[in-house]
């Protein structure tokens, strides 16, 4: 899975099967996390969002995991479809003191659905 | 529902030329922020902008400018481009700051510098 500061992974899955990506954030202050999804040529698309006082938030087909034990973020798709296929960045909020508007984003993990 | 527009999508420019990129949002929020992604790296913040009349420096201001004379567009200029400014550039907006306020992007312009 990818980290905020580490090079792109990939993620190949089968029409229909479940994809789960996975971000590690190394700021224990941060109070909130955003999944988006980029697609070729196109600016990032927010996912879904959960705010640390939560260990899960469910969307439609994705699901959203927090474990502030360890500072791991995961987005799981159920029945992954084509057009899924997309790069999914997760970002952090840092939470420093007044500035926690500014975002802290992941490099991404390139999710490739074959048919 | 257009929500954030950006406008090029696509420039070339020559090392010493000056332009302006234009970001206007429809949704009335009040923050906007200025990225550049480059290929193997994450989205930097240039500068950004908590209200209509203010802007403040992100991460990588160096070489750009940015004015915010109304709450839904927010533009950034390159006063002087040079060949490290090439990259995709993106708007984004948030209603305020903080938990619960996510962050809404444009589709990007691709900015050349030869």
């Known amino acids: 899975g990818e980290s905020v500061g580490l090079h792109l992974p990939t993620l190949s899955v089968q029409e229909g099967d479940n994809s789960i990506i996975n971000c590690a954030y190394s700021n224990s202050a941060s109070d909130y996390f955003i999944w988006y999804k980029q697609e070729s040529g196109k600016g990032p698309q927010f996912i879904i969002d959960?705010?640390?006082?939560?260990d899960k938030r469910q969307g439609q087909r994705v699901t959203v995991l927090l474990n502030k034990t360890v500072k791991h973020l995961s987005l799981q798709i159920a029945a992954t479809q084509p057009g899924d296929s997309a790069v999914y960045f997760c970002?952090?909020?840092?939470?420093?003191?007044?500035?926690?508007?500014?975002?802290?984003f992941g490099k991404g993990t390139l999710l490739t659905v074959n048919p | 529902n257009a929500g954030v527009t950006q406008t090029p999508k696509f420039r070339v420019l020559k090392t010493g030329q000056s332009m302006t990129l234009l970001c206007a949002q429809d949704m009335n929020h009040e923050y906007m922020y200025w990225y550049r992604q480059d290929p193997g790296m994450g989205l930097r913040l240039i500068h950004y902008?908590?209200?209509?009349?203010?802007?403040a420096k992100g991460e990588v201001p160096d070489g750009y400018n940015v004015s915010r004379l109304k709450k839904q567009n927010f533009l950034l200029g390159l006063e002087s481009a040079a060949p490290s400014q090439t990259s995709v550039y993106f708007c984004?907006?948030?209603?305020?700051?903080?938990?619960?306020?996510?962050?809404?992007f444009g589709d990007g312009t691709r900015l050349s510098i030869l």
């Open positions: 970002a952090e909020n840092g939470a420093s003191g007044g500035s926690n508007y500014k975002l802290t």
């Open positions: 984004a907006s948030s209603p305020r700051g903080g938990v619960g306020q996510p962050q809404h």
């Open positions: 902008s908590v209200g209509e009349g203010t802007t």
């Open positions: 959960i705010r640390s006082n939560m």
